[in-house]
C-alpha cells in the first residue's frame, strides 16, 4: 500500500505506455500530487483498491468504445473521480455530456498534453475533494451488479443496450 498524506490527493495513472505516462507522472508529481502508475485497469483496480486513489487517468490510444467498458469497471470498484485520455472523440464528447453526479468527471484527447491533464486533475479534485472516501460519500456510491451494466450501456451507448445480458 502507498504511504501519503491524507490531505494529498493520489492521482493513479493507467497508461500501457510508460514513456507517455512519466512526463504525465512527472507533471503531477511537481504539482505535489502524489502517483501511481498502473500499466492495465486491472492494476488499478487490484493495486488502486489498497491505495484509495482520488482521481484514475484511464488513458487509451485506441479509437474504441472498448475504453468505456474499463471506464465503466472502474467506476464500480473505486470511489474515484475518473478522467478518460482517449483518441475517441465521440467518448470524450459523452463523458463531458454525463451528469455531475456520475463519478466521470472529465476527458482529454490522447496522446495527451501534461499541462492539460494536471488542469483536468485540478478540476476533477475541485469537484471530488481528498475526502472522497468519507463512509457518507461511499455509501452514496456504492453500486449494486446491475450498477456495473447500466455504466456499460450509459458509457457505450444506448443503442447496444439491448444486446447485453445482465448477468
Do not use: K
Not at 23 to 36: C, E, K
Not at 73 to 92: Q, S
Amino acid at each position: 500500500m502507498l504511504e501519503r498524506s491524507p490531505a494529498t490527493p493520489l492521482i493513479a495513472v493507467i497508461d500501457p505506455c510508460e514513456v507517455a505516462a512519466l512526463p504525465v507522472l512527472m507533471t503531477l508529481a511537481a504539482a505535489n500530487y502524489a502517483t501511481l502508475w498502473c500499466h492495465a485497469a486491472a492494476d488499478v483496480c487490484d493495486d488502486g483498491l489498497s491505495s484509495n486513489p482520488d482521481v484514475v487517468i484511464l488513458a487509451s490510444s485506441h479509437a474504441t468504445r472498448f475504453d468505456q467498458w474499463h471506464a465503466a469497471r472502474l467506476l464500480h470498484e473505486l470511489d474515484a473521480a475518473v478522467i478518460m485520455a482517449t483518441a475517441d472523440t465521440a467518448a470524450r464528447r459523452e463523458v463531458r455530456t454525463t451528469p455531475r453526479g456520475a463519478a466521470f468527471v472529465d476527458s482529454v484527447p490522447y496522446p495527451y498534453d501534461p499541462v492539460e491533464i494536471l488542469q483536468a486533475v485540478q478540476r476533477a479534485v475541485r469537484t471530488y475533494p481528498a475526502n472522497l472516501h468519507a463512509p457518507e460519500v461511499a455509501q452514496r456510491t456504492q453500486r449494486s451488479p446491475q450498477g456495473i451494466w447500466h455504466g456499460v450501456w450509459q458509457f457505450v451507448g444506448q443503442d447496444h443496450a439491448s444486446e447485453a445480458q445482465t448477468p
